[in-house]
C-alpha cells in the first residue's frame, strides 16, 4: 500500500447513529485498510416502549457489538444518558478521553445542528474534544491516555432529513458515493433489532431501513446531477475548517474517485 493507513473514529449520541450518518463512507475506508473505531455517547436507554432503561440499554449494546462486527470496527461507548448530554466541564473531559483513548486521524459526527439536542451537544462535545485532546495540561482522569499530538480532521454528517431546526435544507460541502456499500450499510444497521422493531410496529412498515434508504438515493441524485454519473447512494459532509482544525479535504487523499463536490456550498 502506497500510504499509511490511519484510524477514523465515528462518534454519534445513540447507538445506531454512526450507521444512518456515515457507515457508507466507514465501510468504503475500512475496505483500504484503515481501522475503524465506532462509538457512541449512550446506549440509548430511552429507545423502548416496554423495557426498562437498564434492559434496553443492555439490549442496545449488544446490537451495536454486533453491527460493528459487520463494519470490522471496535465499538466504543461514553457511559452518557440519554437525552442528557450536556455541555459541561465533565462531559467535554469524558469525551476528550475517550479522543485521547483512540487518537483518531479523522473524526465523523453529528451536524452541529440537527433535530434533537443530543445531536447537537455531541457535536459540540466531539468539536471541543477534537481540539482538547491535544492539550497536555488538560486533565481527564486517572489512568487515561495522555494527550495528542494532533487535532484530527472532523466532519460533520448531514441531519436528519438534511435540514435545520427551521425546516430549511443543509448544503453539504460534498458527497460520497456509497452505491457499492449501501447493502452492507443497511445489514449494519438492520443489527440494531430493537429500533428496527420498534418503528416497525408503529409505522406498520420497514421504516428504520426505509428512511435511511430514502435520504441516501436523494443525496446520490444531486450527487448524479453534479458528476454527470449515475449515481444511485450518497452521504454528505461538511468539514470543520475553523482555526487548529486541518482545513485540507483529508478523506480525498484515500476516497477521491468517489467523492462529488457540491458547487453551491
Ligand atoms: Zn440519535
Known amino acids: ?112 445542528n440537527d433535530y434533537m439536542s443530543d445531536h447537537e451537544t455531541t457535536s459540540l462535545l466531539v468539536r471541543n474534544a477534537c481540539f482538547y485532546a491535544s492539550i497536555p495540561n488538560y486533565e481527564t482522569k486517572a489512568g487515561a491516555a495522555g494527550s495528542t499530538l494532533n487535532v484530527p480532521y472532523l466532519y460533520y454528517a448531514q441531519p436528519m432529513e438534511g435540514m435545520d431546526i427551521f425546516g430549511k435544507k443543509v448544503t453539504p460541502q460534498f458527497y460520497v458515493d456509497i452505491s457499492i ?35 441516501n438515493i436523494l443525496l446520490g441524485e444531486r450527487a448524479s446531477t453534479i458528476s454527470g454519473r449515475s449515481i444511485s447512494y450518497s452521504e454528505a459532509f461538511r468539514q470543520h475548517r475553523g482555526h487548529a482544525y486541518p482545513d485540507d479535504n483529508g478523506l480525498t487523499r484515500f476516497l477521491k474517485e468517489v467523492i462529488i463536490t457540491e458547487p453551491d456550498y
Open 181 to 215: 456499500w449501501m447493502q452492507q450499510k443497511l445489514e449494519m444497521l438492520a443489527c440494531h433489532e430493537s429500533q428496527r422493531n420498534w418503528l416497525r410496529a408503529h409505522h406498520g412498515m420497514d421504516e428504520y431501513i426505509e428512511s435511511t434508504r430514502r435520504f
Open 1 to 112: 500500500m502506497h500510504w499509511t493507513t490511519k484510524r477514523v473514529l465515528a462518534l454519534g449520541a445513540h447507538p445506531d447513529d454512526v450507521e444512518i450518518m456515515c457507515s457508507g463512507t466507514l465501510f468504503a475506508l475500512g475496505q483500504l485498510g484503515h481501522e475503524l473505531h465506532v462509538a457512541s455517547l449512550t446506549l440509548g436507554d430511552c429507545g423502548s416502549l416496554e423495557l426498562s432503561a437498564e434492559e434496553i440499554r443492555c439490549i442496545r449494546h449488544r446490537e451495536a457489538i454486533e453491527a460493528c462486527k459487520t463494519l470490522g470496527a471496535t465499538y466504543h461507548h461514553a457511559g452518557f444518558d440519554d437525552l442528557q448530554i450536556f455541555n459541561d466541564s465533565n462531559s467535554n473531559r469524558r469525551v476528550t478521553a475517550l479522543l485521547r483513548e483512540v487518537d483518531p486521524w479523522m473524526v465523523i459526527t453529528h451536524s452541529p
